[in-house]
């Protein structure tokens, strides 16, 4: 099962509906509403979807109310907590280094790897560095992600 028949799984089970939606605009990727996810039918490859759909699915497990209003800082905070969720659930530190061990070598590589866009992985490094700073330690490694991201085995 690829990631995004776990996360059509995980929805199923949830009793969470999925929906193709043309939601009026390309830059509105999804959208959850009360046991509902409505993903634009500009979405149209696999990865974008897995993204858009963990991110939903981290609305369904962390947002309370209606957030649409993006200047109150309440709404950013349960934006960005949603986000994390999607970011945890496809990518993880741990996921990071299971690039790393299996020889990606850049950022292309390490998305295609972890069946992510490029732009979703970038997004989630950068949310990384906010939350960890420098560097953080997984097990017996260390990932960096200042001034590049890098893992470094302890030995």
């Known amino acids: 099962m690829n990631k995004l028949e776990y996360l059509e799984q995980e929805a199923f089970e949830a009793d969470i509906k999925i929906h193709d939606f043309y939601l009026g605009e390309e830059n509105l990727k999804g959208l959850y509403i009360n046991g509902n996810i409505a993903i634009n039918t500009s979405v149209d490859n696999n990865p974008e979807k897995t993204c858009v759909l963990a991110e939903e699915l981290g609305h ?3 947002t309370v109310g209606d957030i649409t209003d993006m ?3 309440k709404n950013r905070k349960q934006e960005r907590q949603a986000r994390l969720w999607g970011y945890n659930k496809l990518i993880g ?3 990071i280094v299971n690039a790393y061990k299996r020889g990606c070598q850049d950022i292309h590589e390490m998305a295609e790897f972890l069946d992510v866009t490029e732009e979703y ?4 490094i950068d949310c990384y560095t906010e ?3 420098e560097f953080v330690k997984v097990n017996n490694y260390t990932v960096f992600f200042i001034p590049n991201l890098a893992v470094m085995e302890e030995l």
Do not use: Q, V
């Open 131 to 133: 939350k960890y700073g």
């Open 93 to 95: 530190l741990t996921g």
């Open 60 to 62: 369904y497990h962390t």
């Open 121 to 124: 992985l970038k997004e989630a």
């Open 71 to 73: 200047s109150d800082p």
